[in-house]
C-alpha cells in the first residue's frame, strides 16, 4: 500500500483511518463542500487538522470563527486548522471548497490554533544551483514538534517546481509520513519513490510512507503542491529525521555539481 487514488465523491472522501491502518496511525481525507454546506466533527479521542486548499470557508471550533480563503495552493499560502480532542468544529462552506483533513489519537489538551498564511514557515530549498537546480522546491510548514511540541502530529506542503525532484535525495525516517498530491492542471502528473515501488503520482492521490526510501518528482509542465503529514511515533517524535541513502549521499557534496555532467557547460 504505497499509493491511493480513490474516486472523488461530493462529502468527505477517506483514505486511511487509525484503525484500518495502525501502521500509518492516522486519519487522512479529502472533503468536498459546495456553496452552504456544513461538515461538522467532533472526536472524543483524536486531534483533528483541517488545510484549506481551494475555495472559501467559515471555520467554526468552539467560541472562535474565522472565514478563509484560497484560489489555489500554488499562489496563495494556506489557512490550517489544529484542534485537540474534545473540539467542535464545523466548516461552512461559502464557496465551492477542497479541505486536506487529518487527525490521530491525542490524550493532551491543548489551546487550539488556526495558523494563517503569516505563521507558514518556508523554505525555499535547492535555489543555490544545487545538483544543477533539479532539486528546487519551497518547503512549507504549518506545525511540527518545534512549534506544537504537544501535537502527535507534523504537517506542511511543498511546491514541487515542474521538471523538478523534491524530498531529495532519497531518504527515509522510521515515523510514518503520507503525501497528498495536488497539480495545477487535472492532468499533471508526477512520479513517487516510496518504500520500493515507483508510482504514477496523479491530482488528489495520497502516497504512503512507511519506513523505506521515499523521493517525489514533477513531470515537466506541471506543478505539483503535496501535503505532506508525519505521524509521531511514541517516544520517537519526528525531529526534521533524515536518514539517507548512502549510495546517494555524495549527492550532498559542496563540489557535487563538479561530478554532473551538464551539456551547457564549457569545454
Not at 504514477?200 to 501535503?227: E, K, M, W
Not at 549521499?249 to 564549457?266: Q, R, S, T, Y
Amino acid at each position: 500500500m504505497a499509493y491511493l487514488e480513490p474516486r472523488i465523491k461530493p462529502g468527505y472522501n477517506s483514505y486511511l483511518t487509525c484503525e484500518n491502518n495502525p501502521e500509518v496511525n492516522m486519519d487522512v481525507g479529502l472533503l468536498l463542500l459546495e456553496p452552504g454546506q456544513e461538515w461538522t466533527c467532533l472526536e472524543p479521542d483524536k486531534e483533528v487538522s483541517l488545510l484549506l486548499l481551494e475555495g472559501q470557508v467559515e471555520f467554526v471550533w468552539g467560541n472562535h470563527q474565522k472565514v478563509a480563503q484560497r484560489k489555489n495552493p500554488f499562489g496563495e499560502e494556506a489557512y490550517c486548522l489544529l484542534v485537540p480532542r474534545k473540539t467542535p468544529v464545523k466548516v461552512k462552506a461559502l464557496g465551492h471548497a477542497e479541505l486536506y483533513h487529518q487527525a490521530t489519537c491525542n490524550d493532551r489538551d491543548y489551546e487550539p490554533k488556526l495558523y494563517t498564511p503569516e505563521d507558514i514557515m518556508v523554505q525555499k530549498a535547492g535555489n543555490k544551483g544545487e545538483l544543477l537546480g533539479a532539486m528546487r522546491r519551497n518547503i512549507k510548514t504549518f506545525y511540527d514538534y518545534e512549534s506544537a511540541p504537544f501535537s502527535n502530529m507534523v504537517l506542511g506542503e511543498v511546491l514541487n517546481f515542474p521538471g523538478k525532484w523534491s524530498s531529495y535525495p532519497p531518504h527515509h525516517h522510521p515515523q510514518p509520513e503520507v503525501y497528498f498530491h495536488r497539480f495545477d492542471y487535472p492532468n499533471g502528473f508526477g512520479a513517487s519513490f516510496a518504500n520500493g515501488e515507483v508510482h504514477v503520482s496523479r491530482n488528489n492521490g495520497l502516497t504512503v510512507i512507511l519506513d523505506g526510501f521515499h523521493s517525489q518528482a514533477s513531470a515537466p509542465g506541471y506543478c505539483q503542491c503535496y501535503v505532506w503529514g508525519i505521524r509521531h511515533l511514541d517516544g520517537d517524535p519526528w525531529r526534521k529525521t533524515r536518514i539517507d541513502d548512502p549510495g546517494h549521499e555524495w549527492l550532498w557534496k559542496p563540489d557535487a555539481n563538479d561530478h554532473i555532467f551538464n551539456p551547457e557547460a564549457k569545454t
